[in-house]
């Protein structure tokens, strides 16, 4: 049976969310803080996490955070955290980190405790960082609460500060011909909030980088850069993958056949779980189509395919924040 998480938060709330991410984003290290940021080759970088957040089909208060640790610059999964959780704030545009970061956090003390050896050296996050409607998202909260190098990496463009995803704004992702190239997303403030980047040679949609924490924005696009092995960097996309398996595994769900090419492997919608797919056209400043609720059921495709969410049963993906 679908379960929905609470409706809407009370005013009340939405303005202690703000007063804590206010207070938060003073904290905020938009600098290289680690000496291997500052090396081209990254020498000294041994460790990158990244951290998921999956949802059971239909229903919105279920679902698996994981946490997975690569090598690097191997990109081999050397750590693993899937755990079932059960989320009560519902999806609020601009607020994620509430309904989230807590059971990411988590994740993170739990491997502090067990493995400390194997602790990340920076996350990358499924989300935005000082790319955000009050310059604080998801990355930027996870950096703050655990302290680490965080890198924002989102798949749609959140349209704020006067941003928008129009005519030039495809224009200028048509000019990007090969892997690694960039153009700087700037606001109407005149701020950088920003990069995006072409992250495979055969990608035809940009990633989204912005800083998260303690790391400056052109070390957050090589990095990220240097973790594609296709579309979506390998820490994000092992962290899906796995959390998705994890709900199978849990719940019973029959696992969907295995593509044969790796590119379009999240073209196919495993039954049960919803997918990370949809238009990857942006719906807004974080707002789901009309007529879709407002469950945060995100695009995370790897291969650039479209899934069509509404033939699926899943509303369609607004911005991650």
């Not at 089909?57 to 955070?65: E, L």
């Not at 680490?148 to 011909?177: S, T, Y």
């Not at 190239?181 to 950088?192: K, V």
């Not at 709900?247 to 379009?264: K, Y």
Request: charged residues 25%; contains cysteine; aromatic residues 4%.
């Amino acid at each position: 049976m679908a379960r929905e998480a609470a409706g809407r938060p009370p005013e009340e709330t939405l303005l202690l969310w703000k007063r804590e991410q206010a207070q938060l984003k003073a904290r905020v290290v938009d600098r290289d803080t680690e000496a291997w940021q500052r090396d081209p080759a990254f020498s000294g970088l041994q460790r990158v996490g990244g951290v998921d957040v999956s949802f059971v089909k239909g229903d919105s208060v279920n679902a698996c955070a994981s946490l997975v640790v690569l090598s690097y610059p191997e990109l081999e999964v050397v750590y693993e955290d899937c755990r079932m959780v059960s989320l009560t704030a519902p999806y609020m545009s601009g607020f994620l980190a509430f309904r989230e970061v807590p059971f990411l956090v988590d994740a993170v003390r739990r491997l502090q405790e067990r493995e400390p050896h194997l602790m990340p050296q920076v996350l990358l996050v499924d989300g935005n960082g000082v790319l955000h409607h009050r310059g604080f998202g998801v990355a930027c909260h996870l950096g703050i609460l655990t302290d680490l190098p965080c890198v924002g990496v989102a798949k749609k463009l959140l349209q704020v500060d006067g941003l928008e995803n129009n005519a030039l704004h495809k224009e200028k992702i048509r000019l990007l011909r090969a892997g690694g190239d960039t153009f700087p997303l700037m606001g109407g403030s005149g701020t950088i909030l920003g990069m995006a980047l072409k992250s495979h040679d055969h990608s035809t949609k940009p990633l989204y980088v912005s800083v998260g924490h303690k790391v400056s924005l052109e070390a957050a696009v090589r990095l990220t850069r240097g973790c594609c092995k296709f579309r979506i960097p390998e820490p994000v996309r092992q962290a899906d993958i796995r959390s998705r398996d994890y709900i199978r595994r849990t719940l019973g769900v029959p696992r969907a056949p295995t593509p044969g090419q790796e590119r379009s492997q999240k073209a196919q919608n495993p039954r049960g779980v919803c997918p990370k797919g949809g238009s990857e056209e942006a719906t807004g400043e974080g707002r789901p189509p009309e007529g879709h609720s407002t469950q945060e059921s995100r695009d995370k495709g790897t291969g650039g395919a479209k899934l069509d969410a509404t033939k699926t049963g899943c509303p369609a993906s607004p911005v991650r924040q």
